[in-house]
C-alpha cells in the first residue's frame, strides 16, 4: 500500500544491448524510467510535478549496470556457477560507498527538512501576513461602506427635508391657485351686478337718460373689473406653470431617493455580509467590469443640484404666492374703492332726483292750489259778469224808456247823463270782466298743462328713482361679494 502524493518503486523495460570483454557500460546509457502510478492532487493546490530523491535515480543506473555486466560475461563463457548465486555472491557496492550513501542521505534529509522548515515558517508568515491583510481591508471595506451608508443617510435626509419643503410649497400654491381662479369666477357676480345696473338705467325715461357720473362709474367698475379678471387669469396660468416645474423637480428628487433607497439597502446588505454567510459566491472576472458612471464627487453633485433646483423652484413659487398676495390686495382695495365711488355717485344721484322731485311735488301741489283758485275765480267773474248784466239791463231799459218822453220833454237832464255814463261804466265793466275771464280761463289752461308736465315729470323722476335706488342699489348691497379676495362691502 502507497501513501498517497507519493511514487512507487521504478521498474526497468527495455531491450537487452549486447557487450564486449568485462567492460562494464557507461552509466549514462540507463533504461528510461517509467511511471506505473498517477499521482493524486489535493483540491485547490496548483499542478506541480512529482518529486522523486535523486539518490533513487544513482541506485536504479548502478543496478543496470551491474546486470548488463553479468549479462556480457554470460554471454562470452558458459557459468560456472548458477545466475542466483553468482548474484547473491558477487558484492555490489564497497563500504566507502555505503558510507557515502548514508551521509548523503543524512544530508540530503537533513538538507530537506531545515528548508521544509524555513517553508513552512514562510507560508506560516504568509499566512499570517495574508490573514491581517484580508481582516485590515475587509474592515477598511466595511468602514468604507459604513460612511457610505452615512453619506447615503446624510442625502436622504436632506432630499426628504427637501421633497417635504417642496410639497409643502406645492399645496401653497395649488391653493392659491385654486384661490386665483376661484376669485376670477367669483368676479362674474358682482360684474353681472354693474351690467345688470347698466342695462336698468338704460329704461330711464326722457331728460333722465343722461350720461351722468353714475354710469360713468359702473362703466369703469365693468372695465375694472374684466381687467381684475384677466390678471388673476395670467397669473394662474403662470402659476400653473410653476407647478408643472415643481412637479419635474418632484420627480426628480424622489427618483434621487428612491435610488438612494435601494443603493441604502444594497449597502446595508453587504454591510451585513460576513464569512460565514450563505449567499456568498464566487463571481471571477466582476472586478474587471466597471459599471460605474459617477464619481463621489459627481454623486453628491448630482443630489445638490436635485436639492438646489428644487431651491429655486420653491423661490419662484413663493415671488409667485408674493405676488398673487400682492394682487388680491391691490385689486381688492381697487375694486373697494370703485365700488364705494359708484355707490356714493349712486347716492349723490339719488338725492339729486329725490330733491328734484320734492320740488316738483311741491310746485305740483301749488299748481293744483293755483289751478283750484283760478277755478274759484272764473266762478266768481262768470257770476259778477252775470251779476252785471241785470244793471245793465236796467240802464237800458230806463234810456229805452226815457226815448219816449214826447217833444220837448226829450231833455238832456241829470238822470240822462247818469243813465247814459252808468250804461257806458257797466258796459265798459262787463267788458273787462269777459276779458278778466278769458286770461283767467287762459291762465287754468296754462295751469292744467303745467300739472301735466308736472305729473309726467314726476312720473319720470319716480321710474329713475325706482331704478336707481330700488333696483341697482338693491342690487348693490352686498357687492362685490369675493370672500376668495378678502373683499366684503
Given amino acids: 500500500m502507497e501513501f498517497l502524493g507519493t511514487t512507487q518503486t521504478a521498474t526497468y523495460c527495455g531491450p537487452k544491448k549486447p557487450c564486449g570483454g568485462s567492460v562494464l557500460p557507461s552509466v549514462a546509457s540507463g533504461p528510461t524510467v517509467q511511471e506505473c502510478y498517477q499521482p493524486y492532487y489535493l483540491p485547490g493546490y496548483r499542478y506541480l510535478n512529482a518529486w522523486r530523491p535523486s539518490l533513487f ?104 427635508y427637501e ?40 329704461k330711464r325715461i326722457g331728460i333722465d337718460l343722461v350720461h351722468d357720473n353714475v354710469e360713468k362709474n359702473l362703466i369703469r367698475e365693468v372695465d375694472m373689473i374684466k381687467c381684475c379678471q384677466e390678471q388673476m387669469r395670467k397669473l394662474a396660468q403662470r402659476i400653473d406653470i410653476q407647478m408643472r416645474d415643481n412637479r419635474d423637480a418632484q420627480h426628480a428628487l424622489e427618483r434621487d ?41 459627481t454623486w453628491a453633485k448630482f443630489s445638490n443640484d436635485n436639492i438646489r433646483h428644487s431651491q429655486n423652484m420653491r423661490a419662484n413659487s413663493i415671488r409667485l404666492r408674493e405676488e398673487a398676495q400682492n394682487l388680491f390686495d391691490v385689486l381688492a382695495d381697487q375694486l373697494w374703492r370703485q365700488f364705494t365711488n359708484t355707490n356714493l355717485a349712486f347716492n349723490a344721484r339719488i338725492a339729486e332726483e329725490t330733491d328734484v322731485k320734492n320740488k316738483l311735488q311741491t310746485q305740483l301741489a301749488k299748481t293744483l292750489q293755483e289751478i283750484f283758485q283760478t277755478e274759484n275765480t272764473i266762478m266768481l267773474l262768470e257770476r259778477s259778469i252775470m251779476a252785471k248784466e241785470c244793471p245793465l239791463k236796467v240802464a237800458q231799459t230806463r234810456l229805452e224808456c226815457r226815448t219816449r218822453r214826447p217833444n220837448v220833454e226829450l231833455c238832456r237832464d241829470s238822470p240822462q247823463f247818469k243813465l247814459v255814463n252808468e250804461v257806458f261804466t257797466i258796459d265798459d265793466t262787463l267788458q273787462t270782466l269777459k276779458l278778466r275771464l278769458r286770461e283767467t280761463r287762459d291762465t287754468l289752461q296754462l295751469l292744467v298743462m303745467t300739472k301735466c308736465r308736472l305729473e309726467h315729470e314726476l312720473a319720470i323722476k319716480a321710474n329713475t328713482l325706482c331704478i336707481d335706488k330700488e333696483k341697482c342699489m338693491a342690487m348693490r348691497k352686498t357687492f362685490p361679494s369675493t370672500p376668495c379676495m378678502g373683499i366684503c362691502p
Avoid at 564497497?94 to 524555513?118: F, I, K, T, V
Avoid at 439597502?265 to 450563505?278: A, P
Fill in 163 to 202: 421633497l417635504e419643503r417642496l410639497l409643502n410649497e406645492n399645496h401653497s400654491l395649488d391653493a392659491i391657485k385654486r384661490r386665483l381662479e376661484c376669485a376670477a369666477e367669483e368676479l362674474r357676480c358682482p360684474l353681472q351686478v354693474a351690467l345688470e345696473c347698466l342695462y336698468q338705467r338704460e
Fill in 57 to 160: 535515480y544513482k541506485v536504479a543506473n548502478a543496478q543496470t549496470c551491474l546486470d548488463e555486466g553479468a549479462t556480457c560475461r554470460s554471454a562470452l563463457r558458459p557459468p560456472t556457477i548458477l545466475p542466483a548465486v553468482r548474484s547473491a555472491l558477487f558484492c555490489r557496492y564497497s563500504p566507502q560507498d555505503w558510507d557515502q550513501s548514508n551521509r548523503l542521505q543524512l544530508c540530503g534529509a537533513e538538507a530537506s527538512r531545515l528548508w521544509a522548515g524555513r517553508m513552512t515558517g514562510d507560508s506560516m508568515r504568509l499566512m499570517q501576513d495574508k490573514d491581517q491583510l484580508t481582516r485590515q481591508m475587509q474592515e477598511g471595506t466595511c468602514r468604507n461602506l459604513g460612511q457610505r451608508l452615512s453619506d447615503i443617510g446624510f442625502w436622504k435626509s436632506e432630499l426628504n
Fill in 257 to 297: 431617493l428612491e435610488d438612494k433607497n435601494s443603493a441604502e439597502f444594497i449597502d446595508e446588505k453587504c454591510l451585513n455580509l460576513r464569512n460565514t454567510s450563505d449567499c456568498i459566491s464566487f463571481f471571477h472576472g466582476v472586478e474587471k467590469i466597471d459599471g460605474t458612471i459617477s464619481v463621489p464627487e
